[in-house]
Every structure is written in structure tokens, then in C-alpha cells.
């Protein structure tokens, strides 16, 4: 019939269309009722329960860092030379933020107790000498000045191997009295001084103005010795060389050495007084006398003894010679008394004799005493 109304259901019919719109119309209503549900119950929970407040972090402290031990071990060498033995170097570092100390330690003799350290990232280092290989540990426990709770433990482990041998002596002199010496000990030979066994041996080879001396035990083990006494002739220029091949190549060597010994001069000087002759090596040498020695007069003063003074002369002394007892009469014949004048001469010699001795005696007296 003309007049009816057909439809499609092609992609863009009228009626296609209006059918999705529909459905999306449906679809959008039922999600606006949903929400609308939703939001009216949170809200009344809302209205009932006020929601709690998140908690407050505590302050954190800051990280720790990673502290430690490190250890290193090598030859001890005095003057550049190895003494056999070895150095181990712990280098310890506090990994804490805090100062701290030592409160635990393997090691007293090596790092004390209560060594101090500084914070991160302070370290210090100790010294160990071993005279052995093997293995060596240190294990410590820094524990915070700050917080006693606060600790951190080190250990550290090495192992020395290898060798530190000695440097072998090596001795070579040249000189015009004793001529050349060479003195040669502590090779490294057969296993000895840490070395690996060899079967070689060390050699030397010596040579004087040009040609070769007999030496003996050229080719040694640990030890050589050699003097080859004063060169002729005596007075020249000599040269020695010593050619050492060791099994270790750094005891090896090329020694030339060199001495010149010239005549000795004679020289005359003038003393005064003298000719003396004296012999000096080497150059002219002149001697200068010392001047004579200046006597220089002292003069000498001398002191009289004080006088004596003269004593007081003694006075003189008269003798007065007694005159002799004479009889002064003599009695007359009858018994008459007359005075007798016939004194006889001898009697007065003598008293004359007398008066004069003793006169002359008292003057020689006084003489004597003046």
C-alpha cells in the first residue's frame, strides 16, 4: 500500500538513531540516580564521623655511612733497604655523624681502647710490623660519644705472603797500603733468604790493571772474601773492576775502581840551629822554622839587711893594785921601834908589773865591745 510507513534498521535510518539515543538516555539516568545515591550516604557518614588526622613522623636522624677498615702490608725498609721484615698498615675510618671511641678492640698494643675519632668522615691509621707471613685481623667497635647506643663494628683481615729479603753486604775498596778487598755476604743461594730454590750459583770475577789474579771460590754460595795485599809497583796509578753475577739480579753489580799513589817527596828545611830532612807524600810541601825564642831580661832588686844597731860600750874598769903589807918598823936592837925604810926592790917591781897588767887588760876590754 502506497500510503503505509516502512522502516529500516540500516546504520543511519531515522529510526536507528532514535533508538540510541534512547538507550544513551537510560544509561545516563541510571548513573546520575547512582551518583546522586552515593553522594547523599557520604554525606550523612560525614555528618556522623569526623575523619582522624594523619600522624606526625618523628624527626629522623641522619644516615649513618659506611665506615670501615682497609689494610695494606709491604716490606719495612730502613735507608731504602729491607730489614726482613714486614708493615702492615690498617687505615681505620669512623662511618658515624657522631664523635666516637674505641670501646672493643683486638688489638690493644696496636689501637687502645678508647681511641677518639672524630665524626665522618674522620680516619686514622696504624702501623703493625709482623716479622712472619700469614694471616692478621684487627676487629673493632667505635661506639658514638654522643648516644651510647650508637655503635658500629669493624673487621678487616689480610694476609702477608711473599718475602723481604735482606740486602746482601757489598764491600769492594782499592786503596795504596792494603790494594784491592772485596768482601761479599748474605747472597741469596739455594732457597736461602725466602728466595726459591736454584741450583746456580753466585760468581764473581776480579780484574787488576787489566789482568786477572788467581782468586779462589770464584763461583760461592752466601759468602766471598778477597785481598790482594799492596800493588806493584808501589808508587803508580792502579785500577780494579768486580763483576758480581748474582741468581738474584738486583744483588748483581759492575764495580770499577781507581787509586793513585804517587812517590813520596823529600824536602830539606833550615832550622836554625839545625838542618832537619823531612820525607812528605805527595806534593812539595814548605816547612817554616819558628823564630828563636826573646829572652827578656828581669830585673832583679836587692834588699840590704837592716843595720845592727851598736850596743853601749861598756864603761872602763880601773884596777887598783893593793899595795903589799910591809912591816911598818922593825924593832931595834935594845927594844927600840924606828920605821924601816929599806923596802926591798923586788916587792915594787913586782906591784909596779901588777898595776900596769891590769890596766892594759881593761882597755883591750873596752875595745872588744864598741
Known sequence: MPNDLHSYDAPHSPKKGFNRK???????????????????????????????????????????????????????????????????????????????????????????????FAAFPASQTFTQNVVTTGSYDLNLTLRSTVDSEHHQDYKKSIEVSGHCPIPPVQTTTLTCAAGLTVNLSGYPVGGRNGYSKDSRMNHVTVTIDGKNPPVKDQDFADAFSYASGQLTPVYATHTARVVVDSIERDYSFDRQLTVDCPAPVTNTVTVPGATTTVTVPGPTVTVSASPAPTVTAVPITITPAPATAPTTAPAAVTVTPQAATAPTSVKAGGGSSA????????????????????????????????
Open 22 to 116: 534512547a538507550g544513551m538516555t537510560a544509561v545516563m539516568g541510571f548513573a546520575l540516580a547512582t551518583s546522586a545515591f552515593a553522594f547523599t550516604a557520604t554525606s550523612s557518614s560525614a555528618e556522623t564521623q569526623a575523619p582522624s588526622a594523619p600522624p606526625i613522623a618523628p624527626l629522623s636522624q641522619p644516615q649513618d655511612h659506611q665506615g670501615g677498615i682497609d689494610a695494606a702490608a709491604s716490606c719495612k725498609q730502613v735507608d731504602g733497604k729491607n730489614d726482613g721484615t714486614w708493615n702492615i698498615v690498617w687505615s681505620v675510618q669512623n662511618g658515624m655523624n657522631d664523635p666516637a671511641k674505641v670501646t672493643s678492640t683486638s688489638a690493644p698494643a696496636l689501637v687502645p681502647l678508647n681511641t677518639a
Open 339 to 370: 920605821p924601816d925604810s929599806s923596802i926591798p926592790m923586788w916587792a915594787m917591781a913586782l906591784l909596779t908589773v901588777g898595776a900596769l897588767g891590769a890596766a892594759g887588760a881593761g882597755s883591750r876590754l873596752a875595745s872588744t865591745r864598741k
